[in-house]
């Protein structure tokens, strides 16, 4: 019999409705895989087990009187820079060590009203910065097919739980790639939805114009039903959408057939592996197959996302990381005045990387530099969604590998901040135009680490998104699993 | 321009204390960045308004209705330092 | 010598009365208690966001309004960074290009000189929490630690930035009063100096006479009065003039007014320690002031204490009885119901602000606690019109009225102070006078009216004064005549 902790979230919705099996044993089925493999992997911060347990319980009770809720008794892991209440949120920093929340953020919200068990809380690159989850003040995490290389980041244990099997579907958050690039990287699903579709509120804010909450899951229709449980207008967020819903998981089995795609000519040729440029171009070439309509899309002002990303994300986050301060909560280090306690807080708390940006966007903002800096980059947005626009005149959605390159070792690009920095290069642009986007993992590479497809769409275009992202899924086939969800692992 | 990085005024407006290797490190690193950073720069973008917020919308408000506030004991649970109900900081060097 | 003249501009900080919080469901005006009207978003707990209250919007419209500026259609909320304990965020949420208003003016008036104060801009932003420094001396200077309180954070503020038009502490003190009743008469707020609902930071500089360039300027804080605001300027001028007559020169820098010393003494310097790092802040939309809602604002702008004074003077109040009506609301109110209701307005006005509000002093009791009405003013103006009642007699009717012993009438009757006006009694009184002073009506014949007043002040004692005097010389007149 399979592991329950192998399931889909489709699957376990039908198990526990069935009565095959009680959401107390699909939590048990979750937290015995990671009892295995979290030594290994340390894709958790915080496990709540008395929260989950109470939480599994409940849906028990609930699934016996036939509620239809999707996501009813599935354990699921939220990354830890969403707050929630009563639980340990650190945002895998030192300044926020031992913070326990008097409040939860709409998204936690969302999933309890769900009825979705939240198993605990993920590692991520401080603050979510970072592309390898490298960058946490407790410990890197590890991917799970294989624990010499990264797993992606900021969104790394949210990936690494869900690719191994110790929730079945997570959150991530995404201000430049960080859902899409870590799931590129486990061979999981990750979407990044349009701005403003899920609430900020409670999500631990680092870039605020770019910050996007969004799921993780082992199948398209996963993340879709997740996201799905979270979107809409909330009134404690001044940016969310107001509007109408996209119908996201609406299309999943239409099938490609009639639509325009473009294939991004300025992410797929320099700078990308062959390995993974051959295999993008391989479904392409399926979808094409399959009814599509495929051209290639030219995005001239993309070439300069990056640089615009690194000046207007560290901008707002030298705001937004103000209120660490060890005045009310959080760690402080004494000092003969405030402005001293102050300085040394921030100093003893923040990571490298953290002081690095918080530097950085703190002299973009400067007087003097404004105009040449975070304005002009306010203003290359402006040019890339121009681009954006046009592109989206003549094609229904847009596609390109998600990450440059499948994942790497350990410390590898530690070094060198810039180095890092272009892992994004696929991701950033639609961050900074607001637009969705989606990876979805088509194989793995002669080293057997997984690859992912990107697929972008003009905002509010889930429904095409993930329709365009079913089909990809039907064509690649990708059933493997990392070794260390299918060994029996026992813990070192 | 990634030359005149005045990296102790920097540091002192975002109140991080930063040893001399450090400064030394940052200033470096910082330079390096805005060095490639500076390629927007390259862009034309006469006459082009800048993006701040990706969806257009305006007029976010809420009514003018009092919410629960927090009890205060669940305020002050995570304060390093409190006294009679108040946060509690060392003294301040000057008034604002 | 050189002849000197101060250039002084005022930035007004007004927290407006909502009932919740600028950016959160807090309430406003929670009482002693510390740290009670808090939340995550006024803490700035992680992850928690601002979400502007539309009150408060509208509130910073009417000031607009009010002070005749331009309401600007499309404006933005920016960040200003700056780290300071009280300040949650680190950074406050305020306006700087793209303000919701811009260009205004207020006129001003110091004994009966006018003056036009040019307004910059005004803007919405959120008040900081509340630092209490402990130590010997209360003050931050030898504290030993401080205690920080954020009921008040976040409380909506518009900061109202007047151009620098101001050329005496005299000037000063007014436009500060006229701010101050303007947004009491929009009722967005108390703006009470001493509690800090309204607060005043103040420009000064000074220049040649003739000059047309600026010179150096300080910025004066900690003014709690009117009058301490008049002081310090004062202070600051006589300083300046001193300083440069000296040889020496200003520096731009923040100075706090000590009102035991009488005197500023330096604060922070500014010169290069400021740089707020201004950008648009992402937590917020755009805001839109649509046509249709400036006209709105606009439409349901009230009568302004400037325009009531003008119709009070009108009416025939006098210019200082006008500004003390206009000053005190609840005496504004009974007024208007006095005179509408046809009571002669330059009477009343003078009964209100003279023996009413001395009553109110010496009683220490509110118009709502005493026995006055509407009714009962038009009534004593009908019985004074009447010659019922003498001038005096009406102070002391009112005076019995306010008192609660009953209506004008009831008073008059109890207290004995109707006149006598029927004129047969008034006859056999002036003929018994008459009677005893022939030598008195012969001069009065022969062309001296001096006597005449002889002999109503003898009748006004015959009759204990109850008499109708203009009635008693009419017949004194008369009965003389040859
Ligand atoms: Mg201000
Ligand atoms: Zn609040």
């Known amino acids: 019999m399979t592991d329950l902790a192998d399931l889909t979230i489709a699957q376990a919705g039908s198990g526990l409705r069935s009565g095959e099996f009680t959401a107390v044993d699909l939590l048990a089925a979750v937290e015995r895989r990671a009892a295995v493999t979290e030594a290994h992997l340390h894709a958790y911060l915080t496990l709540d087990r008395s929260g989950a347990r109470t939480a599994a319980e409940a849906a028990d009770a609930a699934l016996a009187t036939g509620d239809p809720r999707p996501l009813l008794g599935i354990p699921i892991a939220l990354k830890d820079n969403m707050v929630t209440r009563g639980v340990e949120t650190t945002a895998s920093s030192q300044i926020l060590a031992g913070w326990k929340p008097p409040y939860d953020g709409t998204a936690?919200?969302?999933?309890?009203?769900?009825?979705?068990?939240?198993?605990?809380?993920?590692?991520?690159?401080?603050?979510?910065?970072?592309?390898?989850?490298?960058?946490?003040?407790y410990g890197p995490t590890r991917n799970p097919w294989n624990t010499n290389t990264v797993p992606g980041g900021s969104s790394g244990g949210s990936a690494a739980a869900v690719a191994v099997g110790s929730a079945l579907g997570a959150f991530g958050s995404d201000t430049g790639g960080s859902i899409r690039q870590p799931a590129s990287l486990t061979g999981t699903v990750g979407a990044k939805p349009t701005y403003g579709l899920v609430s900020r509120y409670g999500l631990i804010a680092f870039a605020s114009s770019l910050d996007q909450i969004g799921p993780i899951a082992r199948t398209v229709p996963d993340a879709a039903a997740l996201l799905e449980a979270v979107v809409g207008w909330d009134p404690m967020d001044a940016t969310s959408y107001n509007g109408d819903l996209p119908a996201i998981a609406k299309s999943l089995d239409t099938g490609v057939a009639g639509l325009r795609i473009g294939v991004v000519t300025e992410l797929s040729g320099e700078g990308i592996d062959p390995e993974v440029l051959e295999a993008t171009m391989r479904i392409v070439d399926q979808l094409?197959?399959?009814?599509?309509?495929?051209?290639?899309?030219?995005?001239?002002?993309?070439?300069?996302?990056?640089?615009?990303?690194?000046?207007?994300?560290?901008?707002?986050?030298?705001?937004?990381?103000?209120?660490?301060?060890?005045?009310?909560?959080?760690?402080?280090?004494?000092?003969?005045?405030?402005?001293?306690?102050?300085?040394?807080?921030?100093?003893e708390g923040f990571g490298p990387e953290v002081t690095r940006r918080i530097l950085l966007g703190t002299y973009a903002l400067s007087a003097g530099y404004y105009d040449a800096f975070y304005g002009q980059a306010q203003r290359v947005r402006t040019l890339l969604r121009n681009d954006f626009a046009s592109a989206y005149g003549?094609?229904?959605?847009?596609?390109?590998?998600?990450?440059?390159?499948?994942?790497?070792?350990?410390?590898?690009?530690?070094?060198?901040?810039?180095?890092?920095?272009?892992?994004?290069?696929?991701?950033?642009?639609t961050n900074l135009a607001g637009d969705p986007a989606i990876s979805v993992p088509i194989g793995l590479d002669d080293a057997g680490l997984p690859i992912g497809f990107q697929i972008m769409a003009p905002a509010l275009g889930e429904e095409v998104m993930f329709r365009v992202a079913a089909e990809v899924e039907r064509l690649a086939a990708f059933t493997e699993r990392p070794r260390l969800a299918t060994s029996k692992v026992v813990a070192p | 321009m990634?030359?005149?990085?005045?990296?102790?005024r920097v540091a002192h407006l975002a109140r991080i204390a930063l040893t001399d290797d450090e400064r030394a490190l940052y200033g470096e690193q910082l330079a390096h960045i805005i060095e490639h950073a500076e390629r927007v720069q390259a862009l034309p973008t006469e006459g082009v308004e800048p993006t701040s917020h990706p969806l257009p919308m305006v007029n976010a408000f809420r009514p003018d209705v009092v919410t629960e506030s927090l009890r205060?004991?669940?305020?002050?649970?995570?304060?390093?330092?409190?006294?009679?109900?108040?946060?509690?900081?060392?003294?301040?060097l000057d008034e604002s | 010598m050189t002849e000197w003249e101060a250039v002084i501009g005022i930035e007004t900080h007004v927290e407006l009365q909502t009932k919740s919080k600028m950016f959160c469901g807090c309430l406003v005006d929670s009482g002693d208690e510390p740290n009670t009207a808090v939340c995550p978003v006024c803490l700035a707990l992680p992850g928690a966001l601002p979400v502007p209250n539309k009150e408060a919007i509208e509130g910073i419209l009417s000031i607009g309004d009010a002070l005749e500026c331009t309401l600007i259609e499309d404006s933005l909320f920016y960040r200003k960074n700056y780290f300071y304990p009280d300040l949650p965020k680190n950074y406050q949420i305020s306006q700087y290009t793209f303000p919701l208003c811009l260009d205004g003016r207020l006129a001003v008036d110091v004994d009966g000189e006018p003056t036009m104060v040019g307004i910059t801009r005004v803007h919405m932003e959120e008040d900081t929490g509340k630092s209490t420094h402990i130590g010997e001396?209360?003050?931050?200077?030898?504290?030993?630690h401080t205690l920080l309180d954020f009921n008040r954070a976040g409380v909506p503020l518009v900061e109202v930035v007047s151009e620098p038009d101001i050329r005496s502490p005299e000037q000063a003190r007014a436009y500060g009063a006229e701010l101050q009743r303007v947004v009491r008469a929009l009722g967005v707020s108390d703006?009470?100096?001493?509690?800090?609902?309204?607060?005043?930071?103040?420009?000064?500089s000074v220049r040649p006479?003739?000059?047309?360039?600026?010179?150096?300027?300080?910025?004066?804080?900690?003014?709690?009065?009117?009058?301490?605001?008049?002081?310090?300027?004062?202070?600051?001028?006589?300083?300046?003039?001193?300083?440069?007559?000296?040889?020496?020169?200003?520096?731009?820098?923040?100075r706090h007014w000590d009102e035991s010393k009488g005197a500023t003494r330096s604060g922070r310097t500014k010169e290069g320690s400021e740089d707020y790092r201004y950008f648009q802040d992402p937590d917020l939309l755009p805001l839109h002031i649509d046509e249709a809602w400036r006209k709105r604002v606009h439409e349901r702008r009230p009568e302004l204490p400037a325009a009531k004074r003008a119709r009070y003077a009108a009416l025939g109040a006098d210019p200082r009885t006008a500004e003390l009506l206009v000053d005190a609301g609840d005496l504004a109110a009974l007024f208007e119901a006095a005179v509408s209701a046809g009571a002669e307005p330059r009477t009343v006005g003078i009964w209100l602000t003279g023996e009413v509000v001395a009553y109110l002093r010496r009683e220490n009791v509110t118009l709502d606690e005493t026995g006055l009405s509407a009714d009962s003013l038009v009534e004593l103006a009908q019985m004074t019109g009447a010659g019922d009642l003498s001038a005096t007699a009406a102070k002391e009717v009112l005076n019995g009225v306010l008192a609660g012993e009953g209506t004008p009438s009831q008073v008059a009757e109890s207290r004995d102070l109707l006149q006598i006006s029927d004129a047969s009694t008034i006859e056999t009184e002036v003929m018994a006078v008459l009677d005893q002073h022939p030598d008195a009506i012969e001069k009065i014949r022969d062309g001296d009216a001096k006597p005449i007043g002889f002999l109503v002040g003898q009748v006004m004692r015959a009759t204990g004064g109850k008499a109708d005097p203009r009635m008693v010389q009419d017949l004194i007149r008369r009965k003389t005549q040859a």
């Open chain 2, 2 to 8: 990634p030359a005149d990085i005045d990296i102790e």
């Open chain 1, 394 to 429: 003549r094609v229904d959605v847009l596609v390109s590998p998600t990450s440059p390159t499948t994942a790497f070792e350990v410390g590898a690009k530690t070094a060198d901040p810039l180095t890092m920095y272009f892992a994004d290069i696929c991701t950033i642009a």
């Open chain 3, 209 to 254: 006479v003739g000059s047309d360039v600026l010179g150096t300027r300080t910025e004066v804080k900690n003014v709690n009065s009117l009058r301490s605001m008049q002081r310090a300027i004062a202070y600051e001028i006589t300083r300046q003039i001193e300083v440069l007559e000296n040889g020496g020169s200003i520096h731009l820098e923040t």
């Open chain 1, 288 to 347: 094409s197959n399959a009814g599509a309509d495929v051209v290639e899309i030219s995005l001239p002002a993309i070439e300069y996302a990056l640089s615009a990303y690194y000046l207007i994300a560290p901008a707002e986050c030298s705001a937004n990381l103000a209120r660490f301060d060890g005045v009310r909560y959080g760690l402080r280090v004494d000092g003969a005045t405030t402005e001293e306690m102050m300085a040394k807080t921030r100093a």
């Open chain 1, 108 to 137: 936690a919200i969302r999933l309890k009203e769900a009825g979705a068990v939240i198993v605990g809380k993920t590692n991520l690159d401080e603050f979510a910065m970072g592309s390898s989850t490298e960058n946490s003040a």
């Open chain 3, 137 to 144: 001396s209360g003050r931050i200077h030898g504290a030993d």
């Open chain 2, 72 to 92: 205060r004991e669940d305020a002050l649970a995570g304060a390093p330092d409190t006294q009679n109900g108040y946060y509690r900081v060392p003294k301040i």
């Open chain 3, 191 to 204: 703006a009470r100096l001493e509690e800090g609902s309204m607060r005043f930071d103040v420009n000064v």
